[in-house]
């Protein structure tokens, strides 16, 4: 029998942007965190999704291990006062509901921006991790493309993707109404990962003139800058950039904060500066705020704007989650069939060992061609044979009344001794 799914979600419904940047894992501490649910809980299917919205484990397992999972993951971020931070996690023990919990969050349900185009690559990335430390088994493969193929429904069949209602769209906007008077503003954009490379096309969509970008890799900016015809500044010259602009929006990933008091010791704030900070953990120092004339924005003030594209959105939840709800019944007819995928497989070995017994028997009063013919003959017989009971056996996972069937099954072809591997699986019956 298959393990159940379960799972934590630490999210923006669940917890401020203050707690969940302490939780944020990035990938070296997410996979020291799946090696760690191996070695300690014997967990062999897990997948860590973080994200600045959210931190989640999945996993699949007969017992209930959340809240130990919760507490490693806190005790992998340093913070042993775990009982403090326990109700911050939502608990799923439940398999149907932390499937569906998963379809939701990848297709954007749960994002802070409805939609967020963000999520699936998230998503998949996540994915990769349990594909590198070889913690995706059968369940999660299955699982992770019906979602994909999912997403990809959602995308073509109804208006959720539509327009542009991301976290990047979000702050160009939030930027439109903090500057909405001011001619020709300077827009910094500091970090062109996925996030400041989204917010920069966004820029130039709307036609925002004066865009100075940098990066880290300088390279990364050299490229973006081609794309978009705007002006590359040095990395090192940051507090000089900053003092010329007006709107400095930062999307860079790192621990600890990158604008502080004394990177600006020597800015002179003449009129606002608006500091946009996307990242999580925040790069903007809270104390930045304390400089007269400076304002911070960060992630939780990027809240959902309503416009068109959102109401558009809002308005096609229900055609997505029938999709989703269409999704996940097919998911389960599958989960269940895998139920029985083990005895189907005793019962073909079972059958497969009469049969091979059988032509030994015979086979010293065979030609070559008769023997051959013979193993053709008896291999239609045990398919044809096996057929009909396997249909039964998948009919009755769908009803929820698979046990009674594969106990009688057990005892009449006294299964017990067999191997559950086969080369064949229940679908090729
Ligand atoms: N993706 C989203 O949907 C989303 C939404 C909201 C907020 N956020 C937050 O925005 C931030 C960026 O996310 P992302 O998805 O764009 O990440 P990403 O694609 O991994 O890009 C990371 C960026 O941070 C820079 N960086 C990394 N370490 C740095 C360091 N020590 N000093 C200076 N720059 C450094 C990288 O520069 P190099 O090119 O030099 O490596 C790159 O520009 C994160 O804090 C994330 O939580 C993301």
């Given at each position: 029998m298959f393990d159940v799914f379960k799972s934590i979600s630490l999210s923006h419904k669940t917890a401020p942007l203050a707690v969940r940047e302490l939780i944020a894992l990035n990938e070296d501490e997410a996979k020291r965190l799946m090696l760690r649910l191996r070695d300690i809980l014997g967990l062999t299917e897990l997948l860590v999704v973080s994200t600045c919205n959210r931190t989640e484990v999945y996993y699949t397992a007969s017992e209930d291990h959340n809240a130990t999972i919760?507490?490693?993951?806190?005790?992998?971020?340093?913070?042993?006062?775990?009982?403090?931070?326990?109700?911050?996690?939502?608990?799923?023990?439940?398999?149907?509901?932390?499937?569906?919990?998963?379809?939701?969050?990848?297709?954007?349900?749960?994002?802070?921006?409805?939609?967020?185009?963000?999520?699936?690559?998230?998503?998949?990335?996540?994915?990769?991790?349990?594909?590198?430390?070889?913690?995706?088994?059968?369940?999660?493969?299955?699982?992770?493309?019906?979602?994909?193929?999912?997403?990809?429904?959602?995308?073509?069949?109804?208006?959720?993707?539509?327009?542009?209602?991301?976290?990047?769209?979000?702050?160009?906007?939030?930027?439109?109404?903090?500057?909405?008077?001011?001619?020709?503003?300077?827009?910094?954009?500091?970090?062109?990962?996925?996030?400041?490379?989204?917010?920069?096309?966004n820029l130039t969509n709307r036609h925002v003139s004066n865009i100075t970008i940098c990066n880290r890799t300088r390279s990364k900016a050299e490229e973006l800058a081609q794309e978009l015809q705007v002006r590359v500044a040095d990395f090192d010259q940051l507090a000089t950039e900053i003092q010329q602009a007006d709107v400095i929006i930062s999307a860079v990933q790192r621990d600890e904060p990158l604008f502080t008091p004394a990177l600006l010791r020597d800015v002179t704030v003449l009129t606002y500066k608006y500091f946009i900070d996307l990242s999580v953990p925040r790069s903007v120092d809270a104390a930045v705020e304390q400089i007269p004339g400076v304002l911070v924005y960060n992630i939780d003030h990027i809240r959902a704007r309503t416009d068109e594209a959102l109401n558009r959105r809002l308005a096609s939840i229900p055609q997505v989650e029938a999709i989703i709800s269409q999704s996940t019944a097919e998911f389960g007819d599958w989960s269940k069939e895998m139920m029985v995928s083990p005895t189907i497989n005793k019962l073909k070995n079972a059958l497969e060992q009469i049969r091979k017994e059988e032509i030994a028997r015979h086979l010293k009063h065979l030609s070559p061609d008769e023997s051959e013919r013979m193993d053709k003959i008896t291999k239609g017989i045990m398919q044809k044979v096996l057929k009909l009971p396997v249909l039964q056996l998948k009919a009755a996972c769908k009803r929820g009344e698979a046990e009674t069937l594969i106990d009688v099954l057990n005892d009449l072809f006294n299964l017990d001794g067999q191997p559950t591997s086969a080369a064949d699986t229940a679908s090729h019956y």
């Open positions: 919760a507490r490693l993951l806190l005790i992998e971020k340093g913070l042993t006062d775990t009982d403090a931070y326990l109700p911050y996690f939502q608990q799923i023990p439940d398999h149907t509901q932390a499937v569906r919990h998963l379809f939701e969050v990848c297709v954007g349900l749960h994002s802070q921006v409805i939609g967020d185009m963000q999520i699936p690559n998230q998503v998949k990335q996540s994915y990769q991790w349990s594909a590198d430390l070889d913690m995706a088994g059968p369940f999660l493969h299955r699982l992770m493309h019906t979602i994909f193929f999912t997403n990809k429904r959602v995308a073509q069949e109804t208006s959720f993707r539509d327009g542009a209602a991301s976290v990047s769209y979000a702050a160009v906007e939030l930027i439109d109404e903090l500057l909405g008077e001011r001619s020709n503003p300077n827009v910094l954009v500091v970090g062109l990962g996925e996030i400041g490379a989204d917010v920069c096309r």
